[in-house]
C-alpha cells in the first residue's frame, strides 16, 4: 500500500516536473510572408500582440498607404524586404520593395511602449508625410528602450512638420 502511494507521488512530480519545464520554453518566432496591403497590415495587426518575437517578410513590389505597429510587448519585430512571392528567396535590393505613403501620411510607424527591438531592412519609403507637429514621414521608430537596425533602405521624397522627414528614432 505504502508502495503503490509513493509510486502516485513520484508520477504525479514526474508530470508537474515535465510540465514546468514545457511551460519554461521560451516562445517561438512568427514569421509571416507578406504580398499585399492587406497582408502587411494584417501581419503588422497581429505581430502587435501575439507574445512572441516577429518576422515580417515583404515581397517585392509596390505597397500603397501608411503602416503602423504598435506594441505593449517585449519582443523583437523585423521587417524586411526584398522576398520573391513565396519568401523563400530574397534579393536585398531597397528598389524592389516600396511602400509609397502617397503623401498622406508617414510611411511605416513602428512604436513599442517597452524593450522591444526593431530591425528594418531592404524597403524604400517614399512619399511619405507628417503634419501638425509630426515627425518621422518615411519611417518613425519609437520605443521606450531596446534597440533598432535600419540597414540598406532608401529614401524618398518624404517630409516631416517637425523632426525626420526620411525617418526618425525616437526614445519615449
Known amino acids: 500500500m505504502i508502495d503503490s502511494w509513493r509510486r502516485r507521488i513520484l508520477g504525479t512530480t514526474a508530470w508537474l516536473f515535465v510540465f514546468l519545464l514545457y511551460s519554461a520554453v521560451p516562445s517561438h518566432a512568427e514569421t509571416y510572408c507578406v504580398t499585399s496591403v492587406n497582408g502587411l497590415n494584417t501581419a503588422l495587426f497581429y505581430a502587435q500582440t501575439n507574445g512572441q518575437d516577429d518576422t515580417i517578410k515583404i515581397a517585392r513590389g509596390t505597397y500603397s498607404g501608411t ?4 506594441s505593449a ?8 524586404g526584398g522576398y520573391d512571392s513565396t519568401c523563400n528567396s530574397r534579393t536585398l535590393d531597397a528598389d524592389n520593395t516600396i511602400i509609397d505613403a502617397g503623401q498622406a501620411g508617414p510611411c511605416l510607424v513602428l512604436t513599442s511602449t517597452v524593450a522591444g527591438d526593431f530591425e528594418v ?8 508625410e507628417t503634419t501638425t507637429n509630426g515627425d518621422g514621414g518615411g519611417l518613425r521608430i519609437q520605443s521606450d528602450e531596446g534597440d533598432a537596425t535600419v540597414d540598406s533602405n532608401s529614401f524618398k521624397n518624404n517630409h516631416a512638420d517637425s523632426e525626420g522627414g526620411g525617418a526618425l528614432r525616437l526614445r519615449s
Open 67 to 70: 503602416f503602423v505597429y504598435s
Open 73 to 80: 510587448e517585449a519582443f523583437s519585430l523585423s521587417v524586411l
Open 121 to 128: 531592412q531592404g524597403i524604400t519609403f517614399q512619399n511619405g
